[in-house]
């Protein structure tokens, strides 16, 4: 009896601790634990803690076996019940150092559903990186020059302390730019021994940061000019900061007046000033691993080749006699008065039909002269304006209304070329001065230019005291009284702004100065 107990014993051990004699390179944790069961009528119930190790040697008739192991198990109790029928037992020698999970039923010495899970490290995978990434900061200047002409210097003189004469705004780095003479100098405590020179920032920014250059130029051709640079030296403090509007860099004593007026800068009454501005900008550049340059486009020159070659040319435009092939499609397409012009008299029919004639159509084109047209034409197949020597072109008389400019404005208008008209109005806004604003006034008011008639407006309600002295604001009077009365209503926004700290000085101030009737503007400023 004790000997089938032992046997019983010995497989329910056996089959549940060696059922699957395995090594694993897993890592466990040897622990001690007891096993107790009772034998009843074939059938073994035992509870095994964890962990646990284990060593025995059980003999049945000539069977032997010694198992040794170390086990941890999860969960922590392992319940097992079987019947015992008359088995073989193998010898076999067993070491595992894992974590499994055993679970089954032992049947006639075969163990069932048997599962092991082993908590093994995970082979280790290979770090995929993205191509490396760089970056740089890039602080330069963007430099911008003008050039400011003083004629009639010793007219100049006697303005008074801390009055100065402005040259026209100019545009570096996204700001605008003055320069100031002083005649009679900034500092009162000088007592006009001194002409003062700056430059001022015109326009709205905070802390910009810039370097300047002032030279005075010799006009002996000696070449010896008296320069005031921030350039191409180390500067100790760094470039010079300008906090706000009408923040200002320059000499109180630019030059002794004593000096200068026996001196080769000053010839015919006239000194001449180069100004030099470099805004300090910092921009971030950064790699790209991939990139394609796409060209601009080139579209303005294939159209333009296939008017310069009239290929396939379909319609002969007839002005002043002189006659121009072209393409009704392409005219259309630009200009819904040619399109008009072309296929509204015809029926739906007609439109659709393909014309196999040789004859080609003819239109005529009235008030306007060969020239323009030929402008005009140039701008539908390039999308440009002609060049610039040609648009400065005019008649003797030199009026603004009888530039090539101001007649393609015109076209522009008849036709309904809203780009060209800004074209237009670009170019001619370069030219605004004292003595040409009241007719370029004229010209924008009459061909719906509003964005030069604006300028315009702002730029005699700024400079009044001189414009109200030429030729052109007469003409205003005389043909354009409604454009008077706006240049008003602009001075009383202008004195709006000064009362409120906009502007510098009143329109009263500006009668009062007086200044030239031709060349650049005379702004006074702070």
Known sequence: MKKVMMMGFMLVAGLTLSAKAQTTNSTGTTGTGTTTGTTNMGTTTGTQSTPSTQTGTYTNGQNTSTNTGTYQTQPPTTTGSGTMNTGTMNTGTGTTTTVPQTTGTTTGGTMNNGTYSTAAAAPSQRDVSA??????????????????VIQGYSLAKGMGVGKHIASETFSVGGFQWAVY?????????????????????????????????????????????????????????????????????????????????????????????NCTVGVVVSTIDYSRPHSI???DSDIGYHFGSLLDNQEGVDVILNVGGERFHAHMLVL?????????????????????????????????????????????????????LVDENELAASSSDSSVFDTLAAKLLAAA??????????????????????????????LADRHHAMELKAVCLKFAAENLSAVIRTEGFLYLRDNCPS??????????GCEEQCSSGGKSQSVCAQLSDGGATSGRRVRPRI
């Not at 072309?342 to 029926?347: N, P, Q």
């Not at 008849?414 to 006034?441: F, H, M, N, P, Q």
Request: aromatic content about 12%; hydrophobic content about 35%; charged content about 30%.
């Open 413 to 442: 208008d008849k036709y309904d070329l809203g780009r060209l008209r800004l074209l237009c109005e670009s170019y001619l806004c370069k030219g605004i001065s004292v003595a040409s604003v009241a007719s370029t006034l004229a």
């Open 181 to 273: 003479f002083y005649p009679d100098g900034k500092n009162p405590e000088d007592n006009s021994a001194y002409v003062s020179v700056f430059i001022a920032l015109a326009s709205e920014g905070t802390d910009v940061r810039a370097l300047f250059e002032l030279t005075l130029l010799d006009q002996s051709g000696k070449g010896k000019h008296k320069v005031h640079s921030h350039f191409d030296r180390s500067l100790e403090s760094g470039p010079y900061t300008l906090k706000y509007r009408g923040s200002m860099w320059g000499y109180k004593r630019f030059f002794r007046r004593t000096a200068l007026e026996t001196s080769d800068f000053l010839k015919d009454d006239c000194l001449k000033i």
């Open 131 to 148: 191509s490396p990434t760089s970056s740089r900061s890039v602080t330069e200047t963007i430099n911008g020059s003008h050039r400011f």
């Open 483 to 492: 454009l008077q009365s706006e240049i008003l209503k602009t001075v009383a």
């Open 293 to 295: 340059q796409v060209p």
């Open 332 to 384: 259309a397409a630009r200009s819904h008065v040619f399109r008009s012009q072309f296929f509204d008299d015809e029926s739906e029919g007609e439109k659709n039909e393909v014309d196999e004639s040789d004859e080609l159509r003819e239109f005529s084109i009235d008030n306007m002269e060969p020239k323009v047209f030929k402008a005009m034409l140039h701008f539908i197949y390039r999308d440009t």
